[in-house]
């Protein structure tokens, strides 16, 4: 059983930056697919950005809402996939998950909505507010 831990939310002004972290204990993360998604208020679970394993070329997309300010990464020496937030809005607000899953799937489906990760997160709280 692969056990996510997300860490790296907080609560920011309108323009700042956070860095999540997706990490694991026990397994390498390079043999996954990772995921970002979040939960905000009212809405649905939404992908926020994917990246694909080695394999099918470590594809990565991006969602609409966070293209050019939001950046996935992968730090295989830690262990840990990152999503790098800057210039974050009050919209960006919301409950942040992790998720891995061994499929050698490309990004933009693993991000499509109702995909079915194999392992999930507890989730990290982004707050965005003057």
């Known amino acids: 059983q692969l056990q996510l831990v997300e860490s790296g939310g907080g609560e920011v002004q309108p323009g700042q930056s956070l860095r999540l972290s997706c990490s694991t204990s026990k397994y390498s993360l390079d043999y996954y697919a990772i995921g970002w998604f979040r939960q905000l208020p009212g809405k649905d679970r939404e992908g926020v950005s994917c990246?694909?394993?080695?394999?099918?070329?470590?594809?990565?997309y991006y969602g609409d809402s966070v293209k050019g300010r939001f950046t996935i990464s992968r730090d295989m020496s830690k262990n840990s996939v990152y999503l790098d937030m800057k210039n974050l809005r009050p919209e960006d607000t919301g409950v942040y998950f992790c998720?891995?899953?061994?499929?050698?799937?490309?990004?933009?489906?693993?991000?499509?909505?109702?995909?079915?990760?194999?392992?999930w997160g507890q989730g990290t709280q982004v707050t965005v507010s003057s």
């Open positions: 998720a891995a899953d061994l499929s050698p799937i490309a990004a933009d489906r693993a991000c499509e909505k109702g995909y079915a990760w194999d392992f």
């Open positions: 990246i694909s394993i080695k394999d099918v070329g470590g594809m990565i």
